[in-house]
């Protein structure tokens, strides 16, 4: 059984490669218009285009999602979302799915890569994670999205999570983001994206339902970063242990 699962396993990864690809060319074009309108409005935009592709590619490859929680994101304010990282399916599962205008921060590796690299670069705020100055540059960005109406989703762990543990230790840099700037924080947990596209097994992909949560939002008032981050912590592990 485990060999027929690995074979079926290898044989789907290919159909959502295939099928990623040929999706993505399709909303390409339109995904770009976005460029050529003033922001909040053409960030709209493209996520409203790119969760037309993942909801409809998601169900292609038998992963289909339930968001529960949106309730949480009030009418005309803007929030720091921070999400568990456990899979290459979680920044197509998180960005098109919160409610509104958004941005997240992703690594400037992808940006090469021929036409999703436009793609790329218009959902994400890019950083090296090597380069002091490209951090420091990618704070003042994320300030400046959340200054411009829209939401900023950041996910605290830094890299995918590799070991056996819900939740690796939070890196600080969502928690002083809210504290400098004001903005409450909305908790994201994500289910079932590892055990649909396991880190440890590369060209390995199976049909998993995948469910994203979005908690209440914990304001960052009076409190230091460590205050913060280890309350946000606390409250998307026990989310993730299911308590």
């Keep these: 059984m485990r060999v027929l699962k690995n074979i079926f396993a290898r044989i789907w990864a290919f159909w959502g490669l ?4 040929l999706s993505f060319l399709i909303i ?3 995904s770009m218009l976005s460029w050529l309108m003033p922001n909040p409005m053409g960030q709209r935009w493209f996520i409203f285009v790119a969760r037309c592709w993942m909801t409809v590619w998601l ?5 289909p999602v339930k968001i529960r929680g949106r309730q949480y994101f009030a009418k005309g304010k803007t929030y720091i979302v921070t999400c568990n990282h456990n899979s290459m399916l979680d920044v197509p599962l998180t960005s098109p799915f919160i409610p509104g205008g958004n941005k997240t921060i ?3 590796s992808f940006k090469k890569v021929p036409i999703f690299g436009f793609f790329y670069m218009r959902g994400g705020i890019l ?3 090597k380069s002091d100055e490209s951090r420091k540059a990618s704070f003042r960005k994320m300030k400046a999205v959340l200054e411009n109406g829209m939401h ?5 762990e830094g890299t995918r999570n590799r070991t056996p543990e819900p939740l690796k230790k939070f890196h600080d840099g969502a928690f002083r983001l809210a504290i400098e700037t004001g903005h409450d924080i909305i908790p994201a947990v994500l289910f079932n994206t590892a055990k649909a596209l396991p880190v440890t097994k590369p060209f390995y992909f ?3 339902r995948l469910r994203m ?4 939002p914990i304001s960052p008032v009076g409190k230091t970063v460590d205050e913060l981050r280890e309350e946000v912590f606390g409250v998307m592990r026990a989310k993730k242990w299911g308590f």
Excluded: H
Excluded at 59 to 63: K, S
Excluded at 152 to 156: E, G, K, L
């Design 59 to 63: 169900l292609m490859v038998g992963c």
């Design 127 to 129: 950083v090296d994670r």
């Design 213 to 216: 949560d979005f908690l209440p």
């Design 28 to 30: 390409f074009l339109p």
């Design 206 to 208: 199976v049909p998993t």
């Design 152 to 156: 900023m989703c950041i996910y605290p």
């Design 106 to 108: 992703a690594k400037n």
């Design 18 to 21: 295939t099928s990623f690809v």
